[in-house]
């Protein structure tokens, strides 16, 4: 055995809402990571915040992940895990590295925009240190609670490798000692989150560039409970295509991809390589996403997310996509023959079943010249079932006894078989439509 511990990765969302692109995208990588490596890939929900954590959120977030065939190794709760959390703080308390303020939010604010006014950064002055034993006793016989800020090492600097930003280094003077606990009790993030890494032995914490300042506070956490640091990795931001996520699809939770009939592969194959030197195509299998999976071809520059890339990713896959993967989704009916001749004409399977009510009919038909009308009287003669290609033995028959040619020899036919101008390849979906059907909407088509 080595001693190298096993990956263990986590995607930890707040239930307060629908995935949307930007978390898939962290989860996705936190997924593929623990896959390459043969890992383990946690669900944290970060549901500290009663309030903004909704039941049906967390549920929502299962079943998308499942959706997005990025299903949990195992799952954990932090509503679940306070006493991690109290055992976690009592130690810091006992070797000071929490202390408790009394400031209230309006004061905070005040001394922020004092230091600003003067041009200086607004980091927290420490007043909170400087209390006497006898100040604190006062304002709590006041009734004033205190929230718990976690006492940052200013004599140790904080740096890391980061996978994705290279060599990272903050100055701890100046940074702001955290707000770890809340004057009712109640959790923030940051020290919940290091608690769990440690506990669960999570290895590797891939996410998003907004958490960077977060993570150097972390590391001293995670000294402070003389663990091990996992590594860090920080994604550039997903952008849209004009600058901000805030259009269409981008800014939309997992549920509007499912609506819209987008395959779930469409949106991993986008994400997992936007943002990286290697090129998006449309893959339709995660163990390649997950063979391909490299930090060192992301790049630090914003990624931009597209609806145009992920529809025409989504387009190339149904192009490919088998009759068995496809089939239940299909209307009741159509066969293989029938998918594969529609296939290449649909941006989503759900399309599909315009195609099939086309072939199933009944379907509305233009109206069509004379002369266009003896000409499908005569298709409607000269249909023949005999081979195996009756569109070839058709319009070869058709040509040969007329004139036409071109659009003038398929454009009526089409149009009179399928009510459209265009569409399928009219060799595979004649078989399709069948001989019967075919003949009667030709003879429709001639007026008869
Ligand atoms: N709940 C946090 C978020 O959604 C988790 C961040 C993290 O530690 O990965 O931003």
């Known amino acids: ?65 499942a959706w997005l065939g990025m299903g949990p190794d195992g799952e954990e709760r932090q509503s679940q895990r306070l006493e991690t959390y109290e055992a976690g703080f009592a130690k810091l308390k006992t070797s000071g590295r929490v202390y408790p303020a009394y400031e209230t939010a309006q004061e905070l604010d005040l001394k922020r925009k004092i230091l600003l006014g003067r041009g200086k950064p607004p980091i927290y002055d420490r ?38 930003r290279g060599p990272q280094s903050f100055d701890p003077a100046q940074l702001s000692d955290p707000v770890i606990r809340r004057a009712d009790g109640s959790w923030l993030y940051m020290l919940p989150s290091a608690l769990d890494d440690i506990a669960m032995g999570v290895t590797d914490v891939i996410r998003g560039e907004d958490h960077v300042s977060n993570t150097a506070m972390q590391i001293q956490m995670f000294e402070a409970m003389g663990a091990a640091q996992p590594a860090f990795a920080h994604t550039a931001l997903l952008v849209g295509k004009e600058g901000k996520l805030s259009k269409r699809l981008g800014s939309l939770g997992c549920d509007a991809f499912r609506e819209a009939d987008i395959e779930p592969m469409a949106i991993n194959a986008l994400l997992a390589r936007l943002g990286t030197s290697r090129p998006v195509e449309p893959i339709a299998d995660m163990n ?27 387009a190339a896959l149904v192009h490919a996509m088998d009759y068995a993967e496809a089939a239940q989704r299909l209307p009741e009916g159509m066969d293989e023959a029938a998918w594969h001749a529609v296939r290449p004409n649909l941006s989503k399977v759900s399309e599909a079943q315009d195609w099939w009510r086309i072939v199933t009919g009944p379907i509305e038909l233009p109206q069509f010249s004379v002369e266009d009308q003896s000409f499908l009287a005569l ?60 003949r009667s909407r030709l003879q429709r088509a001639a007026g008869g």
Do not use: C
Not at 3 to 28: E, K, M, Y
Not at 137 to 152: N, S, T, V, Y
Not at 288 to 314: C, H, I, Q, Y
């Open 1 to 65: 055995m080595s001693d190298t511990p096993r990956t263990v990765t986590r995607f930890a969302p707040s239930p307060t809402g629908r995935l949307h692109v930007g978390n898939i995208r962290t989860a996705l990588h936190n997924f593929l990571k623990a896959r390459q490596q043969g890992g383990t890939f946690l669900l944290r929900i970060d549901d500290t915040d009663a309030e903004r954590s909704k039941e049906e959120y967390v549920e929502a977030i299962r079943s998308d992940l």
């Open 379 to 438: 298709a409607a003669d000269t249909l023949s079932w005999d081979s195996e290609d009756p569109w070839h033995e058709l319009t070869g028959a058709l040509k040969e006894q007329t004139e036409r040619k071109g659009k003038a020899l398929f454009l009526p036919l089409r149009l009179a078989l399928t009510g459209q101008g265009s569409g399928p390849d009219m060799r595979e979906l004649l078989p399709v439509i069948g001989e019967e059907k075919a």
């Open 127 to 164: 007043a909170a240190l400087a209390l006497t034993d006898e100040q604190r006793a006062e304002k709590e016989a006041a009734g004033i609670a205190p929230h718990w800020r976690f006492k940052l090492d200013h004599d140790t600097p904080i740096s890391w490798e980061d996978g994705v």
């Open 288 to 314: 390649t996403l997950v063979e391909g999976f490299d930090l060192a071809t992301f790049s630090r520059a914003p990624a931009k997310f597209d609806d145009e890339e992920l529809t025409r990713l989504n």
